[in-house]
């Protein structure tokens, strides 16, 4: 009980922090005229956000940092608050967010304005930091390589590890990256699946993971408070990109990273869905699957708004993240 009071309470100091300096960070990215560009064939809707600040993954990286550091310094003082278990997640979600933020000036002022770093750029350079991760994964602290649902005891994946780790790392850090497309989405999904994780950290005894999982769903809440519709600011990839790699290393780290399809069926759904529709193009020289991908575009398309689309939408990440908790312990 006394793991999950301080859990909740890093979730609400980190909260009142991003919110606090919400406001002045609006103020310099407005200065700055850091703001979004929409791409013309996306739904008409979305017109209106043209020039709405971006970037704005840099209010939960604040607070998320600022309160890991202190608390793993007060270590030192003998104050047993947070471990060195936490500075890999913190470190890969920095990394991932530079790299989107590089993805994002580029986008905004850089000579591919309007597009971004290039595909293969970007993945490279996931592709690289995603193997450095799962190397200190395996060979540093030593994390559980795999828990099957309703079985007992770790299951050793050998050198298969090292590739399997990479891929749901650059995998997560896409998904949410593709579900940040509508006011609040990507936000509401990835606090319902930390909350999740942090859930499960706290139930296998990791209280170091489960209170930075809870540090970074009150930053999220914070974002929140100037994302939801109609947005004052965007995410980015900035934030999205580390979002997305930093779940998936708290997955890798609990070792029920089998269950984050079903933790983050959204984010999933949203990056299969381009995936299909790619294929699908291809295939039939010019024919669409979906009206449009993401998968939350499509549903746009379909008549519902943006504010269905993104409350249905949470509605089955809910039900998905308790479903998958419940997976974890039977």
Same mark, same amino acid.
């Not at 708290?250 to 029920?256: D, E, K």
């Given at each position: 009980?006394?793991?999950?009071?301080?859990?909740?309470?890093?979730?609400? %100091?980190?909260?009142?922090?991003?919110?606090?300096?919400?406001?002045?960070?609006?103020?310099?990215?407005?200065?700055?005229?850091?703001?979004?560009?929409?791409? %013309?064939?996306?739904?008409? #809707?979305?017109?209106?956000?043209?020039?709405?600040?971006?970037?704005?993954?840099?209010?939960?990286?604040?607070?998320?940092?600022?309160? /890991?550091?202190?608390?793993?310094?007060?270590?030192?003082?003998?104050?047993?608050?947070?471990? *060195? #278990?936490?500075?890999?997640?913190?470190?890969?979600?920095?990394?991932?967010?530079?790299?989107?933020?590089?993805?994002?000036?580029? @986008?905004?002022?850089?000579?591919?304005?309007?597009?971004?770093?290039?595909?293969? /750029?970007?993945?490279?350079?996931?592709? %690289? +930091?995603?193997?450095?991760?799962?190397?200190?994964?395996?060979? $540093?602290?030593?994390?559980?390589?795999?828990?099957?649902?309703?079985?007992?005891?770790?299951?050793?994946?050998?050198?298969?590890?090292?590739?399997?780790?990479?891929?749901?790392?650059?995998? @997560?850090?896409?998904?949410?990256?593709?579900?940040?497309?509508?006011? !609040?989405?990507?936000?509401?999904?990835?606090?319902?699946?930390?909350?999740?994780? !942090?859930?499960?950290? $706290? $139930?296998?005894?990791?209280?170091?993971?489960?209170?930075?999982?809870?540090?970074?769903? !009150?930053?999220?809440?914070?974002?929140?408070?100037?994302?939801?519709?109609?947005?004052?600011?965007?995410?980015?990839?900035?934030?999205?990109?580390?979002?997305?790699?930093?779940?998936?290393?708290?997955? +890798?780290?609990?070792?029920?990273?089998?269950?984050?399809? %079903? $933790?983050?069926?959204?984010?999933?759904?949203?990056?299969?869905?381009?995936?299909?529709?790619?294929?699908?193009?291809? +295939?039939?020289?010019?024919?669409?699957?979906?009206?449009?991908?993401?998968?939350?575009?499509?549903?746009?398309?379909?008549?519902? #708004?943006?504010?269905?689309?993104?409350? *249905?939408?949470?509605?089955?990440?809910?039900?998905?993240?308790?479903?998958?908790?419940?997976?974890?312990?039977?």
């Amino acid at each position: 009980m006394k793991d999950t009071s301080l859990a909740l309470a890093l979730s609400g %100091l980190s909260f009142m922090l991003a919110v606090i300096w919400g406001s002045p960070l609006l103020r310099v990215l407005r200065h700055f005229k850091i703001g979004k560009l929409i791409r %013309l064939e996306g739904p008409n #809707s979305h017109i209106t956000k043209m020039g709405t600040p971006t970037m704005g993954g840099i209010m939960i990286l604040a607070p998320v940092t600022l309160l /890991t550091v202190l608390l793993n310094a007060a270590s030192l003082l003998g104050l047993n608050v947070l471990g *060195r #278990s936490v500075l890999l997640p913190l470190l890969v979600m920095l990394a991932f967010a530079i790299l989107g933020a590089l993805d994002d000036w580029e @986008g905004i002022r850089g000579p591919r304005r309007g597009l971004g770093m290039r595909a293969r /750029t970007k993945f490279l350079f996931q592709v %690289l +930091l995603a193997v450095a991760a799962a190397f200190v994964l395996r060979y $540093i602290l030593d994390a559980p390589e795999l828990y099957w649902p309703g079985s007992e005891g770790e299951i050793r994946l050998g050198i298969w590890y090292i590739p399997i780790a990479a891929f749901v790392i650059v995998a @997560g850090s896409n998904a949410v990256n593709f579900t940040d497309g509508l006011d !609040g989405l990507a936000g509401l999904i990835a606090a319902t699946c930390f909350v999740a994780y !942090g859930s499960i950290a $706290i $139930i296998q005894g990791q209280v170091f993971l489960a209170r930075f999982c809870f540090t970074i769903v !009150g930053a999220l809440f914070g974002f929140l408070w100037f994302n939801v519709h109609p947005a004052q600011l965007f995410m980015g990839d900035m934030g999205s990109l580390a979002l997305g790699a930093t779940l998936s290393v708290v997955s +890798l780290m609990t070792g029920q990273w089998l269950l984050l399809p %079903l $933790i983050a069926i959204i984010p999933m759904s949203e990056v299969i869905s381009v995936i299909i529709q790619v294929g699908y193009f291809k +295939l039939t020289h010019g024919k669409r699957f979906f009206k449009m991908a993401p998968l939350h575009h499509h549903f746009e398309l379909l008549g519902w #708004s943006e504010t269905q689309v993104v409350q *249905r939408f949470w509605l089955v990440s809910l039900l998905a993240a308790m479903l998958g908790v419940a997976l974890a312990f039977v």
